[in-house]
């Protein structure tokens, strides 16, 4: 099947620096990608749509200034988390939809980035 | 508002016995549904997806799943557990063109003795 990859896949980092996490569609092109937030032991919340070439759509309550998304590719997108603060330890999740855009696709989700802010 | 309840938090099954899974949507209109599994170290593997059709759902591994639109559920089910099994399952619904902004219920960790 598809894959997709995260990079880095755990990243610790000080308060009030700025981390990057990057998705990629390794075999396929997504025109939309998705980032999602994991708390330990509860579900994903969905953050952003991330479309290629447009800004990103985020859902209520997610601060776009604090989370930049970015994809300037059809097999790259792009989450940075701004200034980080300890509340923002998390682990994220993205994924990707292929291009081809039926009712029938799948997502394909990344292994996760483990981020740490110390 | 749609929403997802998987009213289990934790299962534990015996080796071989069959597994249902339980899962409640909420959704204003004919939802998309999915069943996911989480390992560690690795990414939401898709098991089925339910979009119209047959309400029985055959999903991999040897996974199926049936869509109750009276009861407004989704259960997951498998006649026989293996070990490998043992992960955490979500089961989820799909809003937006072609339900891919994806909310995800909070889960189920199955654990399979032997």
């Known amino acids: 099947g598809a894959v997709v990859s995260q990079h880095p896949s755990w990243v610790i980092c000080k308060s009030g620096t700025s981390v990057k996490i990057e998705c990629r569609s390794l075999?396929?092109?997504?025109?939309?990608m998705f980032w999602y937030r994991q708390f330990p032991k509860q579900s994903l919340m969905l953050m952003a749509t991330s479309n290629e070439g447009s800004k990103a759509t985020y859902e209520q309550g997610v601060e776009k200034d604090k989370f930049l998304i970015n994809h300037a590719s059809l097999t790259l997108s792009t989450l940075t988390v701004t200034s980080a603060h300890p509340e923002d330890s998390s682990f994220y999740i993205c994924?990707?939809?292929?291009?081809?855009?039926?009712?029938?696709?799948?997502?394909?989700f990344g292994p996760g980035t483990r981020l740490t802010v110390l | 508002a749609q929403s997802v309840t998987q009213p289990d938090i934790h299962i534990t099954v015996s080796e071989g016995a069959s597994l249902e899974l339980r899962c409640n949507y909420s959704?204003?209109?004919?939802?998309?549904l999915f069943w996911y599994v989480q390992s560690p170290g690795q990414g939401l593997q898709l098991l089925l997806k339910y979009f119209s059709g047959d309400t029985l759902v055959q999903g991999i591994k040897g996974f199926e799943a049936e869509f109750k639109r009276s009861q407004s559920s989704f259960n997951l089910r498998k006649p026989s557990v293996h070990w490998s099994d043992a992960a955490e399952y979500f089961c989820a619904v799909g809003k937006g063109a072609g339900g891919f902004k994806t909310i995800f219920g909070a889960g189920t960790r199955l654990f399979v003795k032997a």
């Open positions: 075999d396929f092109q997504a025109t939309t």
């Open positions: 994924s990707a939809r292929d291009r081809q855009g039926s009712s029938t696709d799948t997502q394909y």
């Open positions: 959704y204003g209109a004919t939802p998309y």
